[in-house]
């Protein structure tokens, strides 16, 4: 998939092209050799069809110049005290591997053809150095361009991951940012290149769910605020999305996040459970300001719930994802293969819908790590007709993850809080000689606790939760 460079990047390359080298000096000063100078000549500042042919006609000569071999060290290597050659050659590689594309099958009949690039990567105070800079464009665009799977590459990429993950942090410059994103989208060609990304999630995956989720208007804060609802987004089209989020880098992000979810059978429930991916691409959804974005959060949600439909159906409901995808429907559609996306995705839901209970919703809500005021947790019916069914559920799996929600303070969303202690307080209720499982589970003492909750509406269900425990022990009493 070829992309355009991004405009920091290409700008850079271009001053550097411009730049004059004293070569002539650079020989005498043996910075690199009459042999090296003569092949730098040769392509340099010639037509492209020219350049090459006269790459194609000389692979070996190329590579001993970038890559060196025994006896005989590479430009890099050789000019490696000087930084503006040392740039020049970076530019002038990225340029030949994007124009003769033998050239990067040619670098690898070395056995590592890394090792001169990879010290040049040394994480630099200013992210904005660029001989790291143009040495990870260099090995993005090698490594996907000779789509290789070799040793020496698998031992690279966490490297350059590394690298570029510090430029996706970069939150105050988009401009890095969409480097390292579009790099990351060069180097995830392999699935084992996929699994080496997902292994450095923290730094790889984290930054840019980061970028997600300040583009629907929640930065860095907890999920509460999605399935609240209360996200304050807005689509900002062409001049970017909340909190700054250009265009060209949600699609960017987008198309990385897409490429990783091929790899949904292995990852896609931990990308749910670590990032919420279903409920933040369904916000994404509902905001996308053009048909490339909401093409991808499709396709990607499309993959993920084919990958994971037990897990990951029952969140998308939750999320309401199905009623979106009624009002994107409604949208003028002229991509193909976005409207063949929104059918299955709509086709798999209705499925799905049709043979779900209202208990099966319970559980996936609860299950989801989030608890908002749906309809079972009000309804008397519901917990007198399922809440044994609830108690012994996969060997009392629900009481346990409930008693997991409440161990969490919810600052930003104290009506979780609230929620699980009626889901308790209807527990004790409809079940009464199961309530020392619960006791078991701690659940009776956090109840306690929250009755001194600094939110009203936690306090008032916690009393009444613990109201109904008293009652029984009194009347066994």
């Given at each position: 998939m070829?992309?355009?460079?991004p405009p920091y990047l290409g700008?850079?390359?271009?001053n550097?092209?411009q730049?004059?080298?004293p070569?002539d000096?650079?020989?005498?000063?043996a910075?690199i050799t009459e042999?090296?100078l003569?092949?730098?000549r040769?392509?340099?500042k010639?037509?492209?069809?020219?350049r090459?042919q006269i790459?194609e006609?000389?692979l070996?000569?190329?590579?001993?110049?970038?890559?060196g071999e025994?006896?005989t060290?590479?430009a890099?290597?050789?000019a490696?005290r000087?930084?503006?050659?040392?740039?020049?050659?970076?530019?002038l590689l990225?340029?030949?591997?994007?124009g003769v594309?033998?050239?990067a099958?040619?670098l690898?009949?070395?056995?590592?053809?890394?090792?001169?690039?990879?010290p040049l990567?040394?994480?630099?105070?200013?992210l904005?150095?660029?001989?790291p800079?143009?040495t990870?464009?260099v090995?993005?665009?090698?490594?996907?361009?000779?789509?290789?799977?070799?040793p020496?590459?698998?031992r690279?990429?966490?490297?350059?991951?590394?690298y570029l993950?510090?430029l996706a942090?970069?939150?105050n410059?988009?401009g890095l940012q969409?480097?390292?994103v579009m790099e990351y989208s060069?180097?995830?060609?392999?699935q084992?290149?996929?699994?080496?990304f997902?292994?450095?999630?923290?730094?790889?995956v984290?930054?840019?769910v980061?970028?997600?989720?300040?583009?629907?208007?929640?930065?860095?804060e907890?999920s509460?605020?999605?399935?609240?609802?209360s996200?304050t987004?807005?689509?900002?089209?062409?001049?970017g999305?909340?909190?700054?989020?250009?265009?060209?880098?949600?699609?960017?992000v987008?198309l990385?996040?897409?490429?990783l979810?091929?790899?949904a059978e292995v990852i896609?429930?931990?990308?749910?459970?670590?990032y919420d991916i279903?409920?933040?691409?369904t916000?994404?959804?509902?905001?996308s300001?053009?048909?490339k974005?909401t093409?991808?959060?499709?396709s990607?949600?499309?993959n993920l719930?084919?990958a994971s439909p037990?897990t990951l159906?029952p969140?998308?409901?939750l999320?309401?994802?199905?009623a979106?995808l009624?009002?994107?429907?409604?949208?003028?559609?002229?991509?193909?293969?976005?409207?063949?996306?929104?059918?299955?995705?709509?086709?798999t839901l209705?499925?799905?819908?049709?043979?779900?209970t209202t208990f099966?919703?319970y559980v996936?809500?609860v299950q989801?790590?989030h608890l908002?005021?749906?309809p079972?947790h009000?309804?008397?019916v519901f917990?007198t007709e399922?809440?044994?069914?609830?108690?012994e559920h996969?060997?009392?799996?629900?009481?346990?993850?409930i008693?997991?929600i409440?161990t969490k303070p919810w600052e930003?969303?104290k009506?979780?809080?609230a929620i699980?202690?009626n889901?308790?307080?209807?527990?004790v209720k409809?079940?009464p000689e199961?309530?020392h499982?619960?006791?078991?589970?701690g659940?009776k003492t956090r109840?306690m606790?929250?009755?001194?909750?600094?939110d009203?509406?936690?306090r008032?269900?916690?009393?009444?939760?613990?109201?109904?425990?008293?009652?029984y022990?009194f009347e066994?009493?």
């Amino acid at each position: 998939m070829s992309l355009d460079p991004p405009p920091y990047l290409g700008s850079l390359q271009n001053n550097i092209r411009q730049r004059p080298i004293p070569w002539d000096g650079a020989v005498r000063a043996a910075t690199i050799t009459e042999s090296q100078l003569a092949k730098i000549r040769a392509v340099d500042k010639v037509r492209k069809e020219q350049r090459k042919q006269i790459v194609e006609s000389d692979l070996d000569g190329y590579r001993i110049l970038f890559v060196g071999e025994p006896g005989t060290p590479g430009a890099l290597e050789s000019a490696s005290r000087r930084p503006d050659v040392v740039q020049y050659i970076l530019v002038l590689l990225s340029d030949l591997l994007q124009g003769v594309p033998a050239l990067a099958k040619a670098l690898y009949q070395d056995s590592d053809p890394y090792q001169h690039f990879i010290p040049l990567l040394a994480h630099p105070a200013n992210l904005e150095d660029p001989v790291p800079l143009l040495t990870s464009t260099v090995l993005a665009t090698l490594m996907a361009s000779a789509q290789d799977a070799s040793p020496a590459t698998e031992r690279s990429v966490p490297l350059i991951l590394s690298y570029l993950c510090g430029l996706a942090k970069a939150s105050n410059d988009a401009g890095l940012q969409d480097i390292a994103v579009m790099e990351y989208s060069s180097l995830l060609y392999s699935q084992t290149n996929r699994q080496l990304f997902w292994n450095q999630r923290s730094e790889t995956v984290a930054p840019l769910v980061d970028i997600l989720r300040k583009a629907v208007g929640l930065g860095a804060e907890s999920s509460a605020a999605l399935w609240s609802g209360s996200s304050t987004s807005r689509s900002g089209g062409l001049e970017g999305l909340s909190g700054g989020v250009g265009i060209q880098l949600l699609y960017h992000v987008l198309l990385v996040l897409w490429q990783l979810s091929f790899e949904a059978e292995v990852i896609g429930d931990d990308m749910n459970d670590e990032y919420d991916i279903i409920l933040l691409y369904t916000q994404l959804l509902r905001l996308s300001p053009k048909e490339k974005t909401t093409r991808l959060i499709l396709s990607t949600l499309l993959n993920l719930l084919e990958a994971s439909p037990s897990t990951l159906l029952p969140t998308a409901v939750l999320a309401r994802l199905p009623a979106l995808l009624e009002n994107v429907g409604g949208r003028h559609l002229t991509d193909p293969d976005l409207q063949e996306d929104l059918d299955k995705l709509k086709e798999t839901l209705e499925e799905y819908q049709k043979t779900k209970t209202t208990f099966d919703e319970y559980v996936a809500e609860v299950q989801s790590g989030h608890l908002r005021w749906s309809p079972p947790h009000r309804h008397q019916v519901f917990w007198t007709e399922n809440a044994r069914k609830i108690l012994e559920h996969e060997n009392g799996e629900i009481p346990r993850k409930i008693a997991e929600i409440m161990t969490k303070p919810w600052e930003n969303d104290k009506a979780v809080l609230a929620i699980a202690c009626n889901d308790i307080g209807c527990l004790v209720k409809e079940v009464p000689e199961k309530r020392h499982q619960l006791e078991k589970l701690g659940l009776k003492t956090r109840i306690m606790a929250l009755m001194g909750d600094s939110d009203e509406n936690v306090r008032w269900e916690s009393l009444r939760a613990l109201g109904g425990w008293l009652k029984y022990s009194f009347e066994n009493n």
